[in-house]
């Protein structure tokens, strides 16, 4: 009998759960009366909602056999994750490389990514993107990452302090650069600060290709041997801890690097506690509530040369959409895919202050109206732009290894003092040979 | 049917939905986070690959987790031992001594209890802000400028300012604890032990104490536990675990969900198995004979 009462009682639980399962499996039918359903998922960041909805519906127009069904979450890892788990997929996806769920590089590495080659091969992509490896994450001269929007990310200050005729004169070598920073440290102020220690992705993109080109920032994020033991290397490791020592960093700097306090290390800069900081273009609508309207611009500067004749750079932060490769609708979120590239879909995206890396970007960003998205975008014009994925090693074989600790964590220990920059730049060198020994086997990346 | 029959199937039907509850909820995903420990695995739904105890061997020479074991170490005695002496003692001057406004003060004690751990975190943001914090703020007013400091900044001191503040958010949970088991304290022991010639504080310690000793064990378990899980959200919302504040379980969350769920459930497994034997050593040691009234 109580053997009885309890198989029955598993098999309610059982059976209820199965149920609860399944209830929600309807929502994944491909059509939804004679429309085509196509699931278009979301990060929730800092490029606001608008632009995703506008860009729905205009494709929704174009297409009126598709029904875009937009869902945008701040957690987007893990409600995607969740539904994985039962089986489910979207059919387009918002999320970018870098962030700290590794999520769209654990779905790179599991090959739940679409090959996306013909998309890319049928828009007008700007020819450097579509060579990345952002895009051509593997490189096996397949794409499968499409860059959405690009923008300039270097150093943020404000031009009503920093400029010609103003309090300090813009610098545009290193040398420049500390001797601003000695000028500020008499009256008081810091030359530089930074969000968070991650913020310095894209000044790291930049130092990189700024100290030995292309081919040594391509190196260092794929993971070469010995690039932190050469000169070039030592170079940028002597930048960032110089940038970071106490002779030029925001004092409060990195009691408030962190995910709750990052704001007030922004607000240092709109204060004039600090100069420069690494940033992006959506800073100013981050902080626009705290920035006075009289006596603070914010300008963009790209990195300081090396020395007067030397080539200027600029980190160009990029953000991916993609299929996965068990999406029920795959052929109409590539034309969704293509639509963001089309004339319609670039010009909805630059209303809203978006640029897509066309091959004619930088005339389209010409033509557009006097604004923030305009003057950022003028640092192209005396700097080079810095780009790249991180490469692809045997995650499952270091699961000790978080990149983002050892290259960016390390910062808040520099700048604190706990460690010297030697250990920061050995540290790296050790993790850097250890990943360089554990490569993606061949096949699975094919 | 007879009623004996009838009795035990009432008592299975009532318990069997806790149980099943349990079985589902607690006892199966447990067992499954000690068997995804030995495999290989990117996220719950990727394919995963035997490893034997490759997850448990890099655990042993990964510096961060070694760090975050010697912080949870930290953390579970310090905040203990402080949390508990203050208890203690706020207690036993609320039960025994005719404080005015003794209950004020007990409300008082209890609120951080009932503030979630968010509002703690964001309160002691604005409490440790280096420029125009609280503390740096009440520091410079009353003229102690030197003590200013970069409380979640200063890899010094940045771990004794996560305590304290957990410390605070503790005490009046435990405090109201002790309250109830002081309370029950029978008035005639004190009565006569005063008749004696017994100081308070001879008294605390030959009647009180004692007398409260099975609820100071039974604390000791919460302490083990609550700590571990506390600090894992404090430290998550604040510094996240840089300048070497990780803790296991922020470690295990931020490996587990970042691609390495396996290596993540191995972290989970043991801070399970550390946690288990803690408090079943704490448990041991505190073992003495119950004295009763």
């Not at chain 1, 091969?121 to 020819?127: G, K, L, N, T, V």
């Not at chain 2, 969900?257 to 993540?264: M, T």
Request: with cysteine; proline share 4%; hydrophobic share 45%.
């Amino acid at each position: 009998m109580k053997k009885f009462a309890v198989l029955m009682l598993t098999l309610f639980v059982a059976f209820s759960l199965v149920a609860c399962g399944n209830s929600s499996e309807d929502e994944t039918g491909k059509t939804e009366g004679e429309q085509r359903v196509l699931k278009v998922d979301l990060f929730s960041g800092g490029n606001g909602e608008a632009v995703f909805t506008a860009l729905a519906e205009a494709f929704e127009e174009a297409h009126p056999d598709v029904d875009v069904q937009v869902r945008i979450e701040k957690e987007l890892p893990d409600v995607l994750n969740r539904e994985n788990a039962t089986g489910q997929y979207s059919d387009v996806v918002y999320y970018n490389l870098g962030q700290p769920s590794q999520y769209t590089e654990t779905q790179l590495l599991n090959h739940e990514v679409l090959d996306i080659t013909d998309v890319v091969e049928a828009i007008d992509i700007d020819e450097d993107y579509a060579n990345s490896r952002i895009v051509q994450y593997y490189g096996d001269g397949k794409a499968y990452l499409l860059p959405l929007k690009t923008t300039p990310a270097g150093f943020f200050y404000n031009t009503e302090l920093v400029g010609e005729g103003k309090e300090y004169p813009l610098p545009t070598t290193w040398e420049e650069f500390w001797e601003v920073g000695d000028m500020a440290k008499e009256d008081g102020r810091a030359l530089f600060t930074y969000p968070t220690a991650g913020y310095f992705d894209n000044t790291y993109n930049a130092l990189l290709k700024q100290a030995g080109g292309e081919d040594f920032l391509f190196d260092v994020m794929n993971w070469k041997e010995g690039v932190w033991d050469t000169d070039e290397g030592k170079q940028v490791i002597d930048i960032i801890s110089k940038l970071v020592s106490s002779d030029y960093l925001y004092e409060s700097t990195v009691a408030q690097a962190n995910n709750t306090d990052f704001i007030r290390n922004q607000q240092a800069v709109i204060d004039g506690d600090a100069l420069f900081m690494p940033n992006g273009d959506w800073i100013v609508s981050e902080m626009a509530d705290t920035t006075p309207e009289e006596g603070f611009h914010w300008g963009l500067l790209p990195l300081p040369a090396m020395d007067e004749n030397s080539e200027r750079y600029v980190g160009s932060m990029t953000e991916q959409i993609w299929i996965p490769a068990q999406a029920a609708n795959p052929d109409d979120a590539k034309e969704f895919l293509k639509f963001i590239f089309s004339e319609e879909g670039v010009a909805i995206m630059a209303e809203n202050g978006n640029v897509v890396p066309t091959s004619d970007y930088m005339e389209r960003v010409a033509a557009m109206e006097d604004g923030y998205t305009k003057e950022f975008f003028s640092v192209y014009e005396d700097a080079t732009p810095a780009f790249a994925a991180v490469g692809v090693y045997d995650v499952s074989a270091l699961p000790d290894f978080d990149r983002s600790a050892v290259v960016y964590d390390q910062i808040n220990d520099l700048a604190a003092g706990t460690i010297t920059a030697d250990e920061y730049r050995q540290s790296l060198a050790d993790a850097w040979a250890e990943v360089a020994a554990h490569p993606v086997e061949a096949e699975a990346a094919e | 049917m007879t009623k004996k029959k009838a009795k035990s199937i009432f008592v299975f039907g009532c318990l069997a939905p806790a149980v099943i509850l349990v079985c589902v909820f607690m006892v199966y995903p447990t067992i499954e986070v000690f068997r995804t420990a030995f495999f290989q695995k990117s996220n719950f739904v990727a394919e995963e690959t035997f490893a034997g105890l490759f997850n448990f061997q890099t655990l042993l020479k990964d510096t961060t987790f070694i760090e975050s074991i010697q912080n949870m170490i930290l953390y579970v005695v310090l905040i203990t031992l402080i949390t508990m002496t203050l208890a203690i003692l706020f207690a036993t001057l609320l039960t025994r001594e005719k404080i005015k406004g003794s209950n004020l003060f007990r409300v008082i004690f209890y609120i951080p209890n009932i503030l979630s751990i968010v509002v703690v975190a964001g309160m002691f943001s604005a409490i440790y802000a280096p420029t125009n914090g609280i503390l740096n703020t009440f520091l410079s007013m009353i003229g102690l400028d030197g003590l200013r400091q970069q409380w979640l900044g200063n890899p010094d001191i940045i771990n004794y300012s996560i305590i304290a503040a957990l410390v605070w958010q503790a005490i009046g949970y435990y405090m109201v604890m002790y309250m109830s088991a002081m309370t029950s304290i029978p008035e005639n022991l004190y009565e006569a032990a005063s008749l004696e010639g017994a100081s308070r504080v001879k008294q605390f310690f030959m009647i009180t104490l004692p007398l409260i000793w099975n609820n100071i064990r039974t604390t000791l378990t919460f302490f083990v536990i609550s700590t571990i899980n506390l600090s894992f959200m404090f430290i998550q919302l604040t510094t996240d675990g840089s300048l070497a504040t990780e803790t296991p379980l922020n470690y295990m969350y931020n490996t587990a969900f970042a691609g390495k769920y396996g290596y993540g459930m191995a972290i989970g497994a043991i801070v399970f198995i550390i946690s288990f034997l803690l408090s079943a050593l704490i448990n041991k040691v505190t073992e003495r004979d119950t004295y009763e009234f």
